[in-house]
Nanobody, 125 residues
Framework: QVQLVESGGGLVQAGGSLRLSCAAS????????VGWFRQAPGKEREFVSA????????NYAGSVKGRFTISRDNAKNTVYLQMNSLKPEDTAVYYC??????????????????WGQGTQVTVSS
């Protein structure tokens, strides 16, 4: 049973920064693509960013490109999402997810196999 635990969310003013962490319980963490998604109230879950197993490729949604940075530390079974220049429209619950198909990066949430419980990010204007 793979467990994912997100942390680092909170309330921040527009223009501020947060760093989210996603800690995984599996010993095979380094074999997974890891993605970050978010869901705002009344909206569908949307792709934010993803990173390959060895960090050689990353992908970002257009709305966060240049402001967010994804990284991972396989020795710590942890993935990070550094979020800078936050905007009120970034307000959402942020989820991390693992994809066993490590050969490609997917932005489709249905392609991910394991999900965390999420962490709330609220950006005030």
């Amino acid at each position: 049973q793979v467990q994912l635990v997100e942390s680092g969310g909170g309330l921040v003013q527009a223009g501020g920064s947060l760093r989210l962490s996603c800690a995984a319980s599996t010993r095979t963490f380094s074999r997974y693509v890891v993605g970050w998604f978010r869901q705002a109230p009344g909206k569908e879950r949307e792709f934010v960013s993803a990173i390959t197993w060895n960090s050689d490729r990353t992908n970002y949604a257009g709305s966060v490109k240049g402001r967010f940075t994804i990284s991972r530390d396989n020795a710590k079974n942890t993935v990070y999402l550094q979020m800078n220049s936050l905007k009120p429209e970034d307000t959402a619950v942020y989820y991390c997810a693992l994809d066993r198909n490590y050969l490609s990066i997917s932005s489709d949430p249905s392609g991910y196999d394991y999900w965390g419980q999420g962490t709330q990010v609220t950006v005030s204007s």
